[in-house]
């Protein structure tokens, strides 16, 4: 099997058995939202032959002390031979807004092989194996963004 895919065959499978994610958002010298803060919950997974869906729940707070506030996202995995297509639930099940295809790079991870166009604001991916689970790292750029997102899931044990 050619590299590129041992690295898409590994997060797929690491994507099955994922259950809790935290993640960091941090603005850039350049964001004007000044969103920063930390957050946590579960990930519940479907899985389908050729599709994995996170349903993810917990809470996100801002720096400084601010009260916690629940989120909840759907997140559709799509497997697709030499790369994972990432799509996000906002308007339904029927109706997933595409975000980016993850291809294999050279260092063993996977990364948007083109940014995602949203308005005037780009957004891309990285997608980094860990031991225990994966992360996956969001760049969000535009006039008024100069984001980072950094997801780290963990799988079960």
Same mark, same amino acid.
């Given at each position: 099997? @050619?590299?590129?895919?041992?690295?898409?065959?590994?997060?797929?499978?690491?994507?099955?058995?994922?259950?809790?994610?935290?993640?960091?958002?941090? @603005?850039?010298? #350049?964001?004007?939202?000044?969103?920063?803060? $930390?957050?946590?919950?579960?990930?519940?997974?479907? +899985?389908?032959?050729?599709?994995?869906?996170?349903?993810?729940?917990?809470?996100?707070?801002? #720096?400084?002390?601010?009260? @916690?506030?629940?989120?909840?996202?759907?997140?559709?995995?799509?497997?697709?031979?030499? +790369?994972?297509?990432?799509?996000?639930? $906002?308007?339904?099940?029927?109706?997933?807004?595409?975000?980016?295809?993850?291809?294999?790079?050279?260092?063993?991870?996977?990364?948007?092989?083109?940014?995602? $166009?949203?308005?005037?604001?780009?957004?891309?991916? $990285?997608?980094?194996?860990?031991?225990?689970?994966?992360?996956?790292?969001?760049?969000?750029?535009? @006039?008024?963004?100069?984001?980072?997102?950094?997801?780290?899931?963990?799988?079960?044990?």
């Amino acid at each position: 099997m @050619p590299p590129e895919n041992a690295a898409i065959i590994e997060t797929w499978q690491r994507l099955a058995d994922t259950r809790a994610l935290s993640f960091t958002a941090t @603005p850039g010298p #350049d964001s004007t939202t000044g969103w920063a803060g $930390r957050g946590h919950g579960t990930v519940a997974v479907q +899985r389908n032959h050729d599709s994995i869906r996170f349903l993810e729940h917990g809470s996100f707070a801002l #720096d400084g002390g601010s009260t @916690p506030v629940a989120f909840h996202n759907v997140y559709h995995w799509r497997y697709m031979g030499d +790369r994972l297509s990432l799509s996000h639930e $906002r308007f339904g099940s029927d109706a997933p807004a595409w975000l980016f295809d993850l291809v294999a790079n050279d260092a063993g991870g996977l990364i948007s092989d083109a940014a995602h $166009r949203c308005g005037a604001d780009d957004y891309r991916g $990285r997608l980094v194996l860990a031991e225990q689970g994966f992360s996956l790292h969001w760049s969000i750029c535009g @006039p008024r963004k100069d984001e980072s997102l950094i997801y780290h899931y963990h799988c079960a044990d």
